[in-house]
């Protein structure tokens, strides 16, 4: 694989964009950067990513990396599906080290445990774990249009997870993409989210999964020209850094 441009590939979410893909509670990304391909999260149901990665083109075994944002079965389901496709590294939260290592160890992967902010390869990071409560870890890209950041379900806040991100590498993200967790958010809790990420610098969303169709339409409303559809089949393309 060349290093090419940066690809973001969705291949489980509520939502499907594609007739040959199944929609389901849940949220799993591939990423290809550096030369390198990487799955983010595995979606609820093993059987289902796998026949989404099929229809997709996308073989398992070229996963190289598997990126678990948090210990929730929605986004780990797959684990035991994929990885003896792949035996790849799995880098899972490290308060959740446990039971997730455990998991990728015998399902052929190799654990690897992540606290604080990590790079995995040039241009690809992972924020380390981030949150009081549910403990969550998100993924960075560097590309040439600017920070890409990618949520499994932000619970520690999308917000809170922006701001860190702007902290650690000195510019906001230019989009940012995933979970936002606002299923049961009012609408001016969820208008005052888009004006803290608009504040922050934030040029680009992508709200999927979790976030909820209520809040999803009114990011769509409120982000003229700023706003990406999320759903299985969606392919977005970035050149490199």
Known sequence: MDSGPVTITVAYDNRTLQQDLTPDWGFACVVDAAGHRLLFDTGAKGELLLANLKNLGIAPATVEAVVVSHNHWDHTGGLESVLPLCTARCYVPASAAGELGTRAEKAGGTSVPVTGRASIWPGVWLTGELGEGIKEQSLVLETG?????????????????????????????????????????????????????????????????????????????????????????????????
Do not use: Y
């Not at 920070?147 to 510019?171: M, S, W, Y």
């Not at 606002?182 to 934030?202: D, F, M, N, T």
């Open 145 to 241: 249009a600017g920070l890409v950041l990618i949520t499994g379900c932000a619970h520690p806040g999308v917000v809170n997870i922006a701001r860190r991100v702007k902290e650690d590498f000195g510019q906001p993200p230019w989009l940012v993409l995933g979970g936002f967790h606002l299923g049961g958010a009012s609408a001016e809790e969820v208008k005052r989210i888009i004006e803290a990420l608009k504040a922050l610098g934030v040029a680009r969303v992508g709200p999927g999964h979790c976030t909820g169709d209520e809040a999803i339409g009114q990011f769509q409303q409120q982000w003229p020209g700023g706003f990406e559809q999320i759903g299985c089949g969606r392919v977005l393309k970035m050149e490199a850094k």
